[in-house]
């Protein structure tokens, strides 16, 4: 029996002990699924982040855009309707539509994707983030800071990085401020587990929850969690600061939660 074919079995937070709290049941969990993130080898983790990258950019990348790269570095994405952002290489951008009109922007806005960068045993991003790189999506990536918040900074496949706080890595950058999220059309942020409501069992330290938080002042935008296939799991205990997500990045493909179609 392959990894991603042994269930996890806790999946209640009164599993174990009927009296345990949700924050115990959230602790045994993720000892659980780390234990069998451990026994992936690097050959399994290398295919899951192909295939992941595979599926995502066609998701993520659906609306047909090109790039053209000037010799200043400045960018100019094209979408399928006509529209234009040209980005300059300082990261301003300047978005035209279809019909000539121009707005201009501090380094964000259409065309950005919030993701990060993969460390240890989950799911390899860096096939992901190059895909979505040649597709002419802007990266942002999290920054760590001391007091456990998400700064962002911006990324291209390639760039230096650096060990943050809690065996994180991240870009030599300047930082874009903590509400850089709230300029990006797509988020995917990592995950132990997601059940299929779409509740999501992180690495305990409520960074992502804080920072998903904010997109709450903003118009939606998917977020999706990143996982191994066995970590979509039918029930995950939650607490009330938790942030849900709309969908998961598997080995096997995109998968919308709550009744939402894959595609």
Avoid at 22 to 34: F, G, H, I, N, P
Avoid at 69 to 98: K, V
Avoid at 226 to 234: A, S, Y
Wanted: with cysteine; proline share 7%.
């Amino acid at each position: 029996m392959g990894l991603d074919e042994r269930p996890i079995m806790i999946t209640n937070p009164d599993d174990a002990d009927p009296g345990a709290s949700v924050a115990v049941a959230k602790s045994r969990l993720r000892s659980k699924l780390l234990a069998v993130r451990a026994q992936r080898s690097l050959e399994e983790r290398t295919a899951a982040g192909r295939a992941i990258a595979e599926h995502a950019r066609d998701r993520l990348c659906a609306d047909g855009a090109t790039q053209t790269t000037s010799a200043d570095g400045a960018t100019q994405t094209t979408s399928a309707d006509g529209a234009t952002q040209t980005t300059s290489a300082d990261g301003a951008t300047e978005n035209t539509s279809a019909d000539g009109a121009i707005e201009n922007t501090a380094a964000g806005g259409g065309g950005t994707i919030a993701a990060y960068l993969s460390v240890g045993s989950e799911p390899p991003t860096e096939p992901l983030l190059l895909a979505l790189a040649e597709a002419g999506k802007r990266l942002i990536v999290p920054v760590l800071t001391d007091g456990g918040e998400l700064d962002w900074a911006a990324y291209q496949p390639g760039d230096p990085v650096r060990d943050g706080p809690r065996r994180t890595i991240h870009p030599h950058g300047p930082l874009l401020g903590v509400d850089a999220l709230t300029l990006a059309e797509a988020i995917v942020v990592p995950a132990l587990a997601v059940d299929r409501r779409g509740r999501r069992l992180g690495r305990g330290g409520g960074s992502y929850d804080r920072a998903l938080a904010r997109l709450t002042a903003v118009r939606d935008r998917p977020v999706f969690a990143v996982v191994f296939d066995n970590e979509l799991l039918d029930e995950v205990p939650t607490e009330a600061h938790d942030r849900p997500v709309d969908g998961v990045l598997t080995p096997s493909g995109v998968a919308f939660l709550g009744g939402n179609p894959a595609s």
